[in-house]
């Protein structure tokens, strides 16, 4: 355990390096919510309902929304896996007596720290300048249960990335499919609208996958849109697909390993 | 004239080795795209007119304005300039006896053309699909008018990447900042929605800016919502920006210069 440690302390020590940039990232998202805050401010003006959605809802759902996007973000990790197999870095790691897999995972925990601490900053900004506007919830119940989905959502997406960076033991121009497949589970977690703007059966068909459960879920919690129950069954199927990625991941490094070449060996 | 022809057709040939990576992005563009019309499409479920955009109106504008989004992207750009200094590689074009800000200009016309092809082909695409939501423009000189506004547009993008590119000279980590300057450039050029749901003050102001004039103009444009006689003035205004923003890339490029360390020599 106390390796595992190192690895973390460590990476959040090189990130500290590159403060200057996580923040300017941060800003660049902002820009991001403030065009949607604008954008549904000015849609509710006229009408009071979209789909089941109140304005105070639909910026709940913007603002707590950010803040879990981010929370669970990895930024990326995808793209440092396939350099470390494509640049042969991965050498380096098979040789060392602990598993890449678990050694990725640390260094992303340490990776996110600046990260997570800069959003949750400018997220009680915002919620503090609009609190007339959104729904707050204190339920300590909710927020418990949210913040434990929350913490298995980092880890889905993680292994999610992880899973799909390891396409680089077949492809090796991967950031187009990264792009796409991003998006793709960007939509799938209902990310960029509220899911129940499409059709119901599109939701139906979403809570099959896991993505749905790193954010749509938590945030119906939030809004009392589903039942605390409801929310412990999404914890449920959660902890299911970590399980299930896990061993996926286990079966694709094993084929993949084969397929290494190791370059610069 | 022969050597940036030469450069054109190499950065051209050089990009037909990502052809895959190119219809990568494109199927997250078609996710893109689909799930502006989505939104849209519920939003106008619920009302039939928001802020002086009815249903076809917007739809429009999502389909045009990608279109002319994908006309005038120079991917990254930015990247491709911070990494030329920060690497060194400045160094071989500082010997050439040609100009780098001319060299990359013209190597940023080969590198995007067939991310151009590839993605008007896409738009068009889209546009065929979505014929009957969409609202036609025939006015042949309005048209000839958008086209101008497109080419300049294109340049003034591609102006723009180089000038943020630029600040490599001075800071060693810029990818944060590129990112913060590409979401900023979509909300203010109307990249998530029209500038006109702004508030009134601010839409005012982003017409000063070079921004406005890169997608939401021309699309107001096609839209019929702007003359003929304000899409001259609005050519007019893009030009002073062009003559401006190279001004100040030539100033920075001469301070820079002085920064410049040469690693690698």
Redesign the interface.
């Known amino acids: 355990m106390k390796k595992y440690w190192k690895i973390i302390t460590n990476e959040f020590q090189r990130h500290l390096a590159y403060r200057a940039n996580i923040v300017s990232y941060s800003f660049g998202h902002l820009f991001e919510i403030i065009s949607q805050i604008v954008i549904w401010t000015v849609i509710f003006q006229g009408t009071s309902m979209i789909k089941g959605y109140t304005y105070p809802e639909m910026m709940t759902y913007v603002i707590i929304g950010w803040f879990i996007l981010f929370a669970t973000s990895n930024y990326g990790f995808e793209e440092r896996i396939a350099k470390d197999i494509h640049q042969g870095t991965l050498s380096n790691m098979i040789v060392k007596p602990m598993s890449y897999v678990r050694y990725i995972i640390a260094v992303s925990m340490g990776r996110v720290v600046i990260a997570l601490i800069t959003v949750a900053v400018i997220e009680t900004v915002l919620i503090f300048l609009l609190r007339n506007k959104i729904i707050i919830n204190l339920d300590p119940a909710t927020l418990l249960l949210m913040l434990f989905m929350l913490l298995v959502a980092f880890f889905i997406k993680l292994l999610f990335s992880i899973l799909i960076g390891l396409i680089a033991f077949w492809i090796i121009e991967i950031s187009g499919t990264y792009f796409s497949l991003n998006i793709f589970s960007k939509f799938m977690s209902g990310a960029y609208f509220p899911m129940n703007l499409l059709p119901a059966v599109f939701v139906n068909i979403s809570l099959f996958f896991p993505f749905i459960y790193t954010f749509f879920i938590p945030l119906q919690l939030y809004l009392k849109k589903i039942t605390l129950i409801e929310g412990l069954r999404g914890l449920g199927v959660e902890l299911l697909w970590l399980f299930l990625l896990y061993l996926l991941i286990k079966l694709v490094w094993h084929f993949g390993l084969k397929k290494y070449e190791a370059a610069g060996v | 004239m022969r050597k940036y022809l030469f450069l054109i057709k190499t950065a051209w040939q050089r990009q037909l080795?990502?052809r895959?990576?190119?219809?990568?992005?494109?199927?997250?563009n078609i996710?893109?795209v689909l799930?502006q019309v989505?939104?849209w499409t519920?939003?106008y479920?619920?009302?039939s007119?928001?802020?002086g955009y009815n249903y076809n109106e917007m739809i429009t504008y999502v389909m045009i304005g990608w279109l002319i989004n994908f006309m005038t992207a120079n991917y990254g750009i930015e990247d491709v300039v911070s990494r030329n200094i920060q690497n060194g590689e400045l160094n071989v074009y500082l010997t050439r006896p040609l100009s780098y800000l001319r060299s990359i200009i013209t190597m940023s016309i080969g590198r995007t053309s067939i991310a151009l092809i590839s993605g008007v082909a896409l738009q068009l695409l889209f546009i065929f699909i979505f014929q009957n939501h969409m609202v036609a423009q025939t006015d042949l000189s309005i048209i000839l008018v958008i086209f101008i506004i497109v080419i300049l547009g294109y340049f003034v993008r591609l102006l723009l990447s180089i000038l943020f590119g630029l600040i490599a000279f001075w800071?060693t980590?810029?990818?944060?900042?590129n990112?913060?300057?590409?979401?900023?450039i979509r909300?203010l050029s109307g990249g998530?929605?029209p500038l006109s749901?702004?508030p009134a003050m601010l839409y005012k102001l982003s017409l000063f800016f070079p921004f406005a004039y890169i997608v939401f103009f021309p699309t107001q444009l096609y839209l019929g919502k702007l003359d003929l006689m304000d899409g001259i003035k609005g050519v007019g205004v893009e030009l002073l920006w062009l003559v401006l923003l190279y001004v100040i890339i030539k100033i920075v490029w001469n301070k820079g210069l002085k920064k410049y360390e040469g690693v690698g020599i």
Do not use: E, N, P, Q
């Open positions: 080795v990502y895959a990576t190119v219809y990568g992005y494109r199927l997250g996710f893109d799930f989505t939104i519920a939003v479920k619920s009302t007119v928001v802020y800071a980590d810029v990818s944060g900042l990112s913060f300057f590409a979401t900023f909300l998530y929605a749901l702004l």
